[in-house]
């Protein structure tokens, strides 16, 4: 499993909490877990975990589980690079016109309502159910299983619903198409990360300072100023 932490972008860390919490489990036969944090990176997820994804597959574990940061309007990330995407909701997360604004209809592959023991779970399912009517006919029709995590109530719905939808990637042929534009996408995320670096580390040079001098007493606009910084950038490297 990673689970992956938000890094704080005053300080610099991230607590780490999901390890503190599964210790219990860490030492499970055949369970491996790693945290990581984001280090700024957005998405939900670290720039390193399609990495990651690849190390243990490599090493022969059979499932991977990715846990995000949580996700909002942005912080979809982990959509594209997982072959299946459960999103977990609890009672009183709020209505559809909520779960529609936070692009859930469009990522999740099947939905859990987790401590669907306390009130306000039918009124979650209800809402869901309406949301997916909205979104229109499609191939695969994401489930709503209900769980309760305290006790394990539900838990052999959900890995049936999760095994269900490898089958259907499987026999569409798309899960070989999901995985191919996963490879496309990382390979573009990296490239971004390092181009990025390359404009940090030429922003610490004397000619960056000369530019934003003349940015300052307005001889220059801020984008031709960046089409300056992006010539400092080294293609070579």
Not at 80 to 91: E, K, W, Y
């Amino acid at each position: 499993m990673l689970a992956v932490d938000p890094t704080s972008p005053f300080s610099g860390g991230a607590i780490l909490g999901d390890r503190v919490r599964m210790q219990a489990h860490a030492t499970d036969p055949g369970v491996f877990i790693r945290s990581m944090a984001t280090r700024g990176h957005l998405g939900g997820l670290a720039l390193a975990t399609p990495q990651a994804i690849r190390v243990l597959d490599a090493a022969g574990k059979p499932w991977v589980l990715v846990e995000t940061v949580g996700v909002g309007q942005v912080e979809v990330e982990v959509a594209g690079a997982t072959d299946t995407t459960v999103v977990v909701v609890n009672p009183g997360w709020g209505d559809a016109v909520q779960a529609n604004k936070a692009g859930l209809m469009e990522i999740a592959d099947l939905f859990v309502i987790n401590k669907a023991d306390r009130p306000g779970a039918d009124d979650t399912e209800r809402d869901l159910r309406q949301m997916l009517e909205l979104g229109g006919a499609r191939d695969w029709e994401p489930p709503v299983v209900r769980t309760v995590a305290t006790t394990g109530e539900g838990v052999e719905e959900l890995w049936a619903a999760v095994t269900a939808h490898r089958g259907f990637l499987e026999g569409s042929g798309r899960l070989g198409a999901r995985r191919r534009a996963r490879l496309r996408d990382e390979v573009r995320a990296i490239a971004l990360a390092r181009l990025g670096a390359q404009v940090e580390a030429a922003c610490r040079r004397p000619e960056f300072e000369a530019v934003m001098a003349q940015v300052d007493a307005r001889a220059l606009d801020p984008y031709a100023a960046a089409g300056r910084l992006l010539e400092c950038v080294d293609p070579g490297r």
